[in-house]
């Protein structure tokens, strides 16, 4: 499975948008760029991915390096309901493999 | 509606117990998932069904036995419970076999095995 690397954690203001880097150096060109984030004492919930073009959503948008080595999950207007562990995963094969994710905090 | 809802929530248990957690979705997902959580919050793949059929069985001891009587039903039967087996417990689902498509999780059901 290949690897991703997120900082441990990151901090936000709220109503500032916030940049949430991911590093995938080893990416096949198969493989699909996924952003899931956990609240606390909920099940992860699907954020967003993509494979080779930038993506958008009600969420938030995917920013994809154009050697795909690298994506950013972009939240345009962040709020404190966006406190939660983000992770991102590449998907090659028929499951999600979760790393340790980036822990999320925005100050009031 | 829950798209992916798990019972029980919570289940506390003796060791040597067994125990069944049951998940059901109505997204008309092919492919259906059981992850399972650690006190130190790593998310770990267990098993994938797809259609019924078993896709993934990640090296689970073989005390864990899946059962999907039909796509939308996907059940975790644990045997002789022990202390490790204390953990959150995901089930998922996606569309298709699962590649390039986002999985909906449940909420969750916290085993405890005292």
């Known amino acids: ?108 | 509606d829950t798209a992916v809802s798990q019972t029980p929530k919570y289940l506390v248990t003796q060791m040597g117990n067994d125990k069944s957690i049951k998940c059901e979705q109505n997204l008309g997902h092919d492919t259906m998932y059981w992850y399972k959580q650690d006190s130190k919050k790593f998310l770990k793949i267990m098993f994938s069904y797809n259609n019924k059929e078993l896709i993934i069985n990640e090296t689970v001891p073989n005390r864990f036995s899946p059962k999907s009587p039909d796509k939308a039903h996907l059940n975790l039967h644990i045997n002789s419970l022990e202390l490790g087996d204390s953990a959150v417990y995901f089930c998922a689902s996606s569309q298709g076999q699962g590649i390039g498509y986002g999985y909906t999780f449940g909420s969750g059901t916290r085993l405890t095995v005292v």
């Open chain 1, 1 to 108: 499975d290949a690897k991703t690397t997120q900082p441990n954690s990151m901090e936000s203001n709220e109503e500032e948008p916030v940049h949430l880097p991911c590093n995938h150096s080893t990416i096949s060109g198969t493989d699909y760029i996924h952003w899931y984030r956990q609240l606390p004492s909920q099940g992860p919930e699907y954020v967003i991915h993509g494979l080779t073009s930038n993506v958008n959503n009600r969420m938030a948008s995917l920013a994809i390096a154009e050697d795909r080595k690298s994506s950013t999950l972009i939240l345009h207007r962040a709020t404190l309901r966006d406190a939660a562990v983000y992770y991102c995963i590449l998907q090659g094969a028929q499951k999600l493999v979760f790393g340790q994710g980036t822990r999320l905090t925005i100050n009031p």
